[in-house]
């Protein structure tokens, strides 16, 4: 009784459980090209560490480094790996960085300044991003963990009192050295807490496809990390934007991902098109009327030969007035996909009839239609498009309507898959599966990270720019 009891509250779990319209898998082959793109970013980052003056007294010689600046990053090690519990992690290791500062000694009456190069050498970054869903359902960078490290300074001190300086360089050296230390992390933290968030803020949660209709792209929960790939699920959604509290219960199946050989691949399960179509149905979109010159003009030539005999039989004055079609959808279109094809099955009325001018409309015919539409699935940048076909003609007879439904602007425009601004997919490839397609696609940089960050960078405020105590320098 009581194993019966669990299987029972586990089916009533299993029953309210709402599965995502949506998955995006990244794969440990986008590493490469994120890790590139990302130390770029981080060589920019690290550029804009600022050290505070170092100032001190050996005997009779004071001494001050000043406007000490990181001028560039040399790596020899770096890897980007996603990791459990922790998501990602840069681990760079015996680096080295440039760096210019300003020297001042004085010697009883005597002055010494100007400008020196140094390097910091044996520099070892380890740091980890833990990425999480927000309230509002959007993904974050939700902590920073952080340890860096410069084993050893060099400075190649010169001019009148080089003896002087090689004397001082031991203190001045290990300053700096401790200085760089404790200015790395907040450097990173930074980046991550308030940079790569601005960044993430770009991928969209619940936003305008058009004027009528919306769509919910929130995460169901935070994102998954094994040690090949990084895993997310969106509710993948739509809504009429005059009734956003309106929701389609998802009864599809799960999207299922197994795939790792390309750098992304996004699922989406029939509920993702359902919602799509009945939410265009809710707003009253999915209707068809032309008049005149907007019907095709070989559709018009087939429409009069089809019911040529029923022209005839009216009056001389009307035989030649414009045509109309009406085409009206009766009920939300529903999505099948299996591994042979995606179709869409609807069920819609049409009416043809001729317009006389100041005259009431002669109707030549009204049917009821069930057709079944082949949809082609193509990703494009970021924008997935649909390409549809129709199958057979209405079960009540009737001319093949294929010239009724063409390509629409909304259709060819498509709608936006949830990634950052600045990426987009190249060489897509869609495959089929029962109840889902995949769509596994490699990764373009279309811009860089700091043009994208630079853009949508928001006001310092509110976030602390230091690491915890815990992930302070070492």
Same mark, same amino acid.
């Given at each position: 009784?009581?194993?019966?009891?669990?299987?029972?509250?586990?089916?009533?779990?299993?029953?309210?459980?709402?599965?995502?319209?949506?998955?995006?898998?990244?794969?440990?082959?986008?590493?490469?090209?994120?890790?590139?793109?990302?130390?770029?970013?981080?060589?920019?980052?690290?550029?804009?560490?600022?050290?505070?003056?170092?100032?001190?007294?050996?005997?009779?010689?004071?001494?001050?480094?000043?406007?000490?600046?990181?001028?560039?990053?040399?790596?020899?090690?770096?890897?980007?790996?996603?990791?459990?519990?922790?998501?990602?992690?840069?681990?760079?290791?015996?680096?080295?960085?440039?760096?210019?500062?300003?020297?001042?000694?004085?010697?009883?009456?005597?002055?010494?300044?100007?400008?020196?190069?140094?390097?910091?050498?044996?520099?070892?970054?380890?740091?980890?991003?833990?990425?999480?869903?927000?309230?509002?359902?959007?993904?974050?960078?939700?902590?920073?963990?952080?340890?860096?490290?410069?084993?050893?300074?060099?400075?190649?001190?010169?001019?009148?009192?080089?003896?002087?300086?090689?004397?001082?360089?031991?203190?001045?050296?290990?300053?700096?050295?401790?200085?760089?230390?404790?200015?790395?992390?907040?450097?990173?933290?930074?980046?991550?807490?308030?940079?790569?968030?601005?960044?993430?803020?770009?991928?969209?949660?619940?936003?305008?496809?058009?004027?009528? !209709?919306? +769509?919910?792209?929130?995460?169901?929960?935070? *994102?998954?990390?094994?040690? /090949?790939?990084?895993? $997310? %699920?969106? #509710?993948?959604?739509?809504?009429?934007?005059?009734?956003?509290?309106?929701?389609?219960?998802?009864?599809?199946?799960?999207?299922?991902?197994?795939?790792?050989?390309?750098?992304?691949?996004?699922?989406?399960?029939?509920?993702?098109?359902?919602?799509?179509?009945?939410?265009?149905?809710?707003?009253?979109?999915?209707?068809?009327?032309?008049?005149?010159?907007?019907?095709?003009?070989?559709?018009?030539?087939?429409?009069?030969?089809?019911?040529?005999?029923?022209?005839?039989?009216?009056?001389?004055?009307?035989?030649?007035?414009?045509?109309?079609?009406?085409?009206?959808?009766?009920?939300?279109?529903?999505?099948?996909?299996?591994?042979?094809?995606?179709?869409?099955?609807?069920?819609?009325? !049409?009416? +043809?009839?001729?317009?006389?001018?100041?005259? *009431?409309?002669?109707?030549? /015919?009204?049917?009821? $239609? %069930?057709? #079944?539409?082949?949809?082609?699935?193509?990703?494009?940048?970021?924008?997935?498009?649909?390409?549809?076909?129709?199958?057979?003609?209405?079960?009540?007879?009737?001319?093949?309507?294929?010239?009724?439904?063409?390509?629409?602007?909304?259709?060819?425009?498509?709608?936006?898959?949830?990634?950052?601004?600045?990426?987009?997919?190249?060489?897509?490839?869609?495959?089929?599966?029962?109840?889902?397609?995949?769509?596994?696609?490699?990764?373009?940089?279309?811009?860089?990270?700091?043009?994208?960050?630079?853009?949508?960078?928001?006001?310092?405020?509110?976030?602390?720019?230091?690491?915890?105590?815990?992930?302070?320098?070492?």
């Amino acid at each position: 009784m009581a194993l019966f009891g669990a299987l029972f509250l586990a089916l009533l779990a299993g029953a309210h459980a709402e599965f995502p319209g949506c998955k995006i898998r990244v794969t440990s082959k986008a590493l490469e090209l994120v890790k590139q793109e990302g130390l770029r970013f981080l060589e920019q980052e690290l550029e804009t560490i600022t050290i505070p003056d170092l100032r001190g007294k050996e005997g009779h010689f004071y001494y001050n480094i000043s406007e000490v600046k990181v001028t560039e990053l040399q790596l020899t090690s770096s890897e980007l790996d996603f990791q459990p519990q922790q998501e990602l992690m840069l681990q760079i290791t015996n680096a080295s960085l440039g760096l210019r500062f300003r020297r001042q000694l004085l010697y009883w009456f005597f002055y010494d300044g100007g400008y020196i190069n140094a390097s910091a050498e044996g520099v070892s970054i380890r740091t980890g991003l833990e990425l999480s869903r927000d309230p509002a359902g959007r993904m974050k960078v939700s902590n920073v963990s952080c340890q860096a490290s410069v084993s050893r300074m060099h400075a190649a001190f010169g001019g009148t009192f080089k003896k002087v300086y090689d004397f001082l360089s031991t203190f001045i050296t290990s300053g700096m050295r401790f200085l760089l230390n404790q200015q790395i992390c907040p450097v990173l933290y930074h980046a991550g807490m308030v940079l790569l968030n601005a960044l993430l803020d770009t991928m969209p949660v619940s936003s305008s496809v058009d004027e009528l !209709v919306g +769509i919910d792209y929130s995460l169901m929960k935070d *994102p998954v990390a094994s040690t /090949s790939n990084l895993d $997310m %699920d969106f #509710r993948g959604a739509f809504f009429p934007l005059t009734e956003r509290n309106w929701s389609l219960p998802n009864r599809a199946v799960e999207p299922q991902l197994q795939e790792e050989e390309r750098m992304v691949y996004v699922a989406f399960s029939e509920f993702f098109f359902d919602s799509a179509m009945e939410s265009y149905f809710r707003a009253g979109a999915l209707q068809l009327s032309l008049v005149g010159d907007k019907v095709p003009h070989d559709l018009d030539m087939l429409l009069r030969a089809t019911y040529f005999g029923s022209i005839v039989l009216l009056s001389p004055a009307v035989i030649d007035s414009p045509l109309k079609l009406e085409l009206r959808v009766l009920a939300p279109p529903r999505c099948t996909i299996k591994p042979s094809g995606t179709t869409i099955s609807v069920t819609a009325s !049409v009416t +043809i009839a001729l317009v006389p001018p100041d005259k *009431p409309e002669v109707q030549l /015919s009204s049917m009821t $239609m %069930d057709a #079944r539409l082949s949809a082609k699935m193509a990703l494009r940048g970021k924008a997935l498009r649909t390409q549809l076909d129709l199958q057979r003609r209405g079960e009540l007879g009737g001319p093949r309507l294929s010239g009724v439904l063409p390509p629409t602007e909304r259709t060819w425009r498509g709608v936006q898959i949830p990634l950052p601004e600045g990426i987009n997919f190249v060489r897509e490839v869609v495959t089929n599966h029962a109840g889902f397609l995949t769509i596994g696609a490699d990764l373009h940089f279309a811009k860089g990270l700091r043009e994208v960050i630079e853009k949508n960078r928001p006001a310092d405020v509110g976030v602390s720019t230091a690491p915890p105590p815990s992930t302070a320098a070492v």
